[in-house]
Each structure stands twice: as structure tokens, then as C-alpha cells.
């Protein structure tokens, strides 16, 4: 990304990123502002071997309060990739295992990863509508210590799809959608996995590629487009799908149980992708529930504190802790997740306090209320 003198200087000014970093708060010696500063100042120096390279979020709080207009999560992408040849890599989560299942799926291996589907609802081989499941059959694999699964999020958008009158295309010959690859500095692993992805949705003779997932979304809204020109289908969010089709199909949902909740804006689907809007709407289906917001919503929204499965630290921790605190005193009885990683490292959060808050995905809170009879 390259930034006009006008941005840098103005940058070098100011520090409303400082002020809005959450890695920032927990370690003053962290700035967005000094990734610039470096980069500008010390090109090609040992910034590049500096182990805060890793810290950020790349949640994008910082640059949409940045006056300057100053896109700071792909600044730190690109120096990722430019820190990852260097030698620089990032500490790997869980031992590194999500990292080596996203290497095998770029090479030519057979999966099993629609059994869970076969259970569930009516899916086909090839189609118009493709459901990227993305890497929920590989979450519980590795992190089976919690309930619920990280599936149920599959499993009812299936069911919903089908009250749709929809049998989605779920292949075995998906992969990752390489967002972490991409955001770990590794463009040569996230272009294999991209390229995969984009011959296996044009061999099942899919025109719609729908997720349930932000980063997938994100990604392949953003990304794909970038590294390899206009897709030969559309791109998008079940939410936004569901929301279209709910008039047509006369849905009726049983009340909300706990009827208060509050919801967990996820960084890609909210900051990056702008949507802000669609799970709000979706919730507002339901009848008798009272969404209360969080103090930091929407735009405001606080990161749920670790990204890509990279550098989970004490940091990752007091942000997440902080987060839930905070849904915990706005009354809600439920915590509204959209986003599968959201779900998984704020599940494990709240694993280790004493808080009177549950936490479910938004997929499976609809899919829980929805009357099909």
C-alpha cells in the first residue's frame, strides 16, 4: 500500500490510533503510528525482524478513526509478508496445527470434510449455490475442551437453507479460504489455497458462493478479486441471503428464552467489510427479544483479541476478559456471535470467569427459534 507524503506526515502528527489500538492499552510500547514511522524511516532495517510486527490485530479500530485515511491493517499485511522473508514468523496457536491443516488442504489430498452434513440436511454435488463451510469441520478437531460445537454454526445453516427450499453444494474439494495464510505474511500458500477455491466452485457450476463466515466472506469479496481479477460468481453473506428470502418463505420464530442479548461485532464482517446492519436486522426477526448494545458497538466495536490463530498471549486474554465484562453489564443474558472465531476464543475466555453470560452463535440462535411446522 503506498501512502502520500501528505498521509505520513499528518500521521507522524497525530496518535488517535494509539489512543484506539487495543494492544496499545495493554502495551504503551505498541503503535500503529510507529509501523508507519519505521516503515517510512527504516525501509528495508531490522523493523522488519521486530517481533511487535506481529501484535497487531488488524482489526481495523485505528483506521477508521484515522484522519488520514491510512489503511493500517493492509500496512501491516504487506510488512508481514516482507517480515515472513526475512526470517520473521509469527508465534503459531495451538501449537501450530491450524497452520499445518491449512498446508495440507492446498495439496492434492482427499477430504471428508461434508460427513457432518450427510446428518443433516439435503446438500448436493454440483449446483448454482455453494456453501463454503470454510474451517469449522477442522475448529472442534482441535479445540474440543468446550460445548457447543463450532459445527452447530454449519449444521443450521444447512437446515435454514433448506427451509429455504435450498439444497447447497457443500464439496469435499473445498479448502481454506486463506485469509489466515494471507494475514501471516504467506501470499504463496494463500494463493494456492485461493486458486483451488475458485476451480472447485466453476467445476460444480456455482453462481453464488454464500458464508457464513466473515473472514471467508471478507476474503473472497476483497481479496480473490485482488490477486486474481473478477470472479465468475457472486459473493455473499448468508445473513444478507436469509434476510432476502424471510419475507418470501413467511418464517415465524418461537420468542427469545432469555430475550435480553447484546452482539459481538466481528472486525471483518463489521470494520472491514462495513456491514454492520445485517445481524441486527436478523435478530429483530425474533420476536420479544431486546437487543442492548454494548458501550463499544458497531464501528467501536472491541476485537475478540487474537487473529489468524497467531500470538494468543496474556494480551489475547485481558482483551477478551474486558470484552466479556463488558457484555456481562449491559444485562444481556446472551452473547450474539458472528463469527466463528469470535465464538471459539471468547467461549474459551469465558471458561475461566465467573460471569452470568452465555454465548451463541447467530446462525444457530435463528436456527434454534425458527418454527418449521
Known amino acids: 500500500m503506498e501512502l502520500t507524503q501528505k498521509q505520513i506526515n499528518y500521521c507522524m502528527e497525530c496518535g ?79 501449537h501450530g496445527i491450524f497452520q499445518t491443516i491449512t498446508e495440507l488442504q492446498s495439496l492434492k489430498l482427499k477430504q471428508k470434510r461434508n460427513t457432518w452434513a450427510q446428518d443433516t440436511g439435503s446438500f448436493k454435488k454440483s449446483g448454482e449455490l455453494f456453501y463454503f463451510v470454510g474451517c469449522l469441520p477442522y475448529i472442534d478437531l482441535v479445540i474440543d475442551h468446550f460445548k457447543p460445537s463450532s459445527l452447530e454454526i454449519a449444521r443450521s445453516v444447512l437446515k435454514l437453507l433448506n427451509l429455504m427450499g435450498i439444497e447447497p453444494v457443500i464439496s469435499n474439494d473445498e479448502c481454506c479460504c486463506g485469509h489466515d495464510a494471507l494475514w501471516s505474511g504467506n501470499k504463496t500458500l494463500f494463493l494456492e489455497l485461493s486458486r483451488k477455491n475458485i476451480e472447485t466452485i466453476k467445476s460444480v457450476g456455482a453462481r453464488t458462493v454464500v458464508f457464513s463466515c466473515p473472514e471467508g466472506y471478507y476474503t473472497f469479496k476483497n481479496h480473490y478479486p485482488e490477486y486474481h481479477g473478477e470472479l465468475p460468481f457472486e459473493v455473499i453473506h448468508f445473513m444478507d441471503l436469509f434476510l432476502q428470502r424471510a419475507a418470501e418463505f413467511e418464517f415465524n420464530f418461537s420468542p427469545s428464552f432469555t430475550n435480553t442479548v447484546t452482539f459481538q461485532d466481528p472486525c471483518r464482517l463489521g470494520r472491514l467489510a462495513g456491514e454492520y446492519d445485517l445481524p441486527r436486522r436478523l435478530l429483530k426477526l425474533i420476536p420479544g427479544i431486546e437487543l442492548i448494545e454494548m458501550e463499544q458497538s458497531r464501528e467501536n466495536a472491541l476485537c475478540c483479541g487474537t487473529s489468524a490463530w497467531l500470538e494468543c498471549s496474556g494480551c489475547s486474554k485481558s482483551i477478551q476478559t474486558q470484552r466479556l465484562e463488558e457484555a456481562e453489564k449491559t444485562g444481556a443474558s446472551t452473547l450474539i456471535t458472528a463469527c466463528p472465531k469470535c465464538h471459539t476464543h471468547l467461549t474459551c475466555a469465558l471458561n475461566d470467569l465467573k460471569l452470568n453470560l452465555q454465548i451463541k452463535d447467530i446462525c444457530v440462535y435463528l436456527s434454534e427459534r425458527i418454527n418449521t411446522t
Open 16 to 94: 488517535i490510533c494509539t489512543g484506539s489500538c487495543p494492544v496499545s492499552m495493554e502495551h504503551p510500547d505498541f503503535s500503529p503510528r510507529q509501523f508507519i514511522k519505521h516503515a517510512m524511516l527504516e525501509p528495508d532495517s531490522s523493523f522488519l525482524n521486530d517481533r511487535k510486527m506481529w501484535s497487531c490485530l488488524s482489526c481495523a479500530r485505528c483506521s477508521i478513526r484515522c484522519p488520514a485515511g491510512i489503511d493500517f491493517p493492509e500496512v501491516s499485511r504487506e510488512l508481514r509478508e516482507k517480515a515472513r522473508q526475512s526470517g520473521n514468523v509469527p508465534r503459531e496457536s495451538h
